[in-house]
């Protein structure tokens, strides 16, 4: 059974800091991009970030460039997201996603909320 499992998401104040963690299983995880991608409150997904299955290049949105950090461990099947100065507009559900090719996302998580405010 494939599962994507994120955690660590939560309540922040504005220009703090969290770190999401993606756990993967039942699938060859080294093989596939891994993608975080969000919905904020009564909007649609937005792409967040990315990183390589192949040579571990990572990609970024413009509106979390600078600000966010995406790794992967492949021997714990696990992605991050380091996410630093959070800002409101950085409110959302977070979720990761495996894509095997740029075509599509294979798999997605259940979600991980995050939510920045004072």
């Known amino acids: 059974e494939v599962q994507l499992v994120e955690s660590g998401g939560g309540l922040v104040q504005p220009g703090g800091s969290l770190r999401l963690s993606c756990a993967a299983s039942?699938?060859?995880?080294?093989?596939?991009?891994m993608n975080w991608v969000r919905q904020a409150p009564g909007k649609g997904l937005e792409w967040v970030s990315a990183?390589?299955?192949?040579?571990?290049?990572?990609t970024y949105a413009d509106s979390v460039k600078g600000r966010f950090t995406i790794s992967r461990d492949n021997a714990k099947n696990t992605v991050y997201l380091q996410m630093n100065s959070l800002k409101p507009e950085d409110t959302a559900v977070y979720y990761c996603?495996?894509?095997?090719?740029?075509?599509?996302?294979?798999?997605w998580g259940q979600g991980t909320l995050v939510t920045v405010s004072s």
């Open positions: 990183i390589l299955s192949s040579n571990g290049d990572t």
């Open positions: 039942g699938f060859t995880f080294s093989r596939y991009t």
């Open positions: 996603a495996a894509a095997r090719t740029l075509a599509t996302y294979d798999y």
